[in-house]
Structure formats: structure tokens, C-alpha cells
T-cell receptor, first 109, second 116 residues
């Protein structure tokens, strides 16, 4: 199946800083999502973004499907952004996504 | 908003016990999934179901079984729990077919299972 690599594995920021999280895929993906898992374990769907760019407040995501990567941008980070960010994607006719191992983000006040 | 509810937040069981984790969704989703999450390994798919009474193995089905008798409920069963099944278990649901791709997943809040 498809391989998903996320970088960096860990990230520590000061409140107000910007950051970019990256997700690389071993094959073309047709179903790419970004999730945030808060410190209590709840996973929230941030973006469904098989291609192009989407923005939601301080968060935005860009997927370049032909080059097999996606980026998640966090601007003016806040302590509530802390948690683990996962990307997940599937290829071919499958709708079952494979998850990356996540980027653990800590934002200090 | 879709709600996916998992029956227990924390669970402690003894080795050899039968364990049943319940997941209920309230938005008539066709697809339901069980994942386990372990530090450094991300989310790994155990089983999924695309319809009532239908089930498919995921990446790590060994030691687990599932049941889907009603559309809204998907149960994960550990017939004889072992310590290596200590983990966070996450249930998710989605619409079926191509709509699953459009709207993505909704996750429950997880069950942290400890087997002693």
C-alpha cells in the first residue's frame, strides 16, 4: 500500500510563530485529509484536500498531487494548536486512507 | 454535526478477558472503522465495515473481531485480551462511495484500553 511520511516528527514553537508541516506520499493520492488530535485524544478533520489550496482561519493546506506532497501551514500559532497533526491519503480506487505517524506540536505561551 | 460516540473513555481489563468496545454514529454513515493508535506508529486500521453485516480486514486484524448488526453500531471484540493490545482505540465513520472522499472521516473520542 501507499507509504506516508510526515515531517518534522516533533515541533516546538513560541506562541505567535508560523510553521509548515509536510506530508510526502509514495504514490499519487486521490483522497488526502489533515487531522488535528488534541491533547485529550480527539481527532478533528481539518481539511479534505486532494489538490489545490484551502484556508480556514489561521490554517491553510496545499496539496500538489503530481509531486505527491501536501503542506499544512499554521500562522500566528496559539497554545490551543498543540497536539498531533496527521495526514492521511489513499490511492487508486480505495477510499481507505493510510495515516502518517504524525507531527507532534507544542506551542509555548 | 456527526457524532461518533465510543462507549468508554478508559477501560482496564485482565489478560484473558473478553473485551467489547462499542461505537455508535448518528448520521446514517455507511462506513465505519476501528483503528488503534500507539506512540510513534500513528493510526493503524484494524477492521472496517461498508454496510450492515459486512466487514473487511484492515492492516492488523489479528486478535480482533468485529460485529455490525445495525448500521449505526460497530463493535470491536477482543476474545482474549493480551497485554500487547494495550492501546488507544479509535472509531471513525464516513459516508459511502465517492462521497467518503469528499467529506472525510469523523472520529470518536477514543477508548484507552489497558490490559493487565
Amino acid at each position: 500500500g501507499i507509504q506516508v511520511e510526515q515531517s518534522p516528527p516533533d515541533l516546538i514553537l513560541q506562541e505567535g510563530a508560523n510553521s509548515t508541516l509536510r506530508c510526502n506520499f509514495s504514490d499519487s493520492v486521490n483522497n488526502l485529509q489533515w487531522f488535528h488530535q488534541n491533547p485529550w485524544g480527539q481527532l478533528i478533520n481539518l481539511f479534505y484536500i486532494p489538490s489545490g489550496t484551502k484556508q480556514n482561519g489561521r490554517l491553510s493546506a496545499t496539496t500538489v498531487a503530481t509531486e505527491r506532497y501536501s503542506l499544512l501551514y499554521i500562522s500566528s500559532s496559539q497554545t490551543t494548536d498543540s497536539g498531533v497533526y496527521f495526514c492521511a491519503g489513499s490511492s487508486g480506487g480505495s477510499y481507505i486512507p493510510t495515516f502518517g505517524r504524525g507531527t507532534s506540536l507544542i506551542v509555548h505561551p | 454535526d456527526v457524532k461518533v460516540t465510543q462507549s468508554s473513555r478508559y477501560l482496564v481489563k485482565r489478560t484473558g478477558e473478553k473485551v467489547c468496545l462499542e461505537c455508535v454514529q448518528d448520521m446514517d454513515h455507511e462506513n465505519m472503522f476501528w483503528y488503534r493508535q500507539d506512540p510513534g506508529l500513528g493510526l493503524r486500521l484494524i477492521y472496517f465495515s461498508y454496510d450492515v453485516k459486512m466487514k473487511e480486514k484492515g492492516d492488523i486484524p489479528e486478535g480482533y473481531s468485529v460485529s455490525r448488526e445495525k448500521k449505526e453500531r460497530f463493535s470491536l471484540i477482543l476474545e482474549s485480551a493480551s497485554t500487547n493490545q494495550t492501546s488507544m482505540y479509535l472509531c471513525a465513520s464516513s459516508l459511502g462511495g465517492t462521497e467518503a472522499r469528499a467529506y472525510g472521516y469523523t472520529f470518536g473520542s477514543g477508548t484507552r484500553l489497558t490490559v493487565v
